[in-house]
């Protein structure tokens, strides 16, 4: 009998429903090849090339400067100019708004009054076109660096000393 047992528990084993497929294998991974500077390219707000220090000169200021205070306790200043035409890219009377966070206490000790002239030197950072009146007019917001009164062009006078001819 227990041969007969044998016979039936042999002939009973079950076969494994899935006997031809094998176990999945991890996949190869393979290390990634180190990252060049120079390969890299990340687009931002702004292009460091692209910045650069620009001097605009005989500008009129448009109105007093004021300072901005931030709730974070920084503070920003601010003064509007009307920048000349050029024969590059201002074909009109601009409005430029400069704006200074490090040379602040500085500019505010200028005393700038409204139709004063004035250099400005620092780096454009974005125009915007606004419809004014019926007229469309391009604001450009300036980060300043340096701003130097001059005097009114065309009378014939300097801010510099002048000597006497001996």
Known sequence: MAQK???????????YLFAEMKP??????????????????????FDAD?????????????ALPYTVAYQDGSSEWRMSVHAPADLWDRQGLELIELRATKNASLFNKKRFQPGQWVDVTGVLQLTQELQIGGTEQMIRF????????IKEPGSGRSLRRQTRAR
């Open 50 to 62: 692209r910045l650069e220090t620009v001097t605009l000169h005989t500008c009129r200021i448009a």
């Open 5 to 15: 047992n044998r016979e039936t528990l042999s002939s009973l084993e079950q076969d």
């Open 24 to 45: 999945a294998s991890s996949p190869r991974v393979f290390p990634s090849e180190p990252l060049h500077h120079a390969d890299v390219a990340q687009e931002t707000m």
């Open 142 to 149: 300036m980060s300043v660096t340096e701003i130097r009164k």
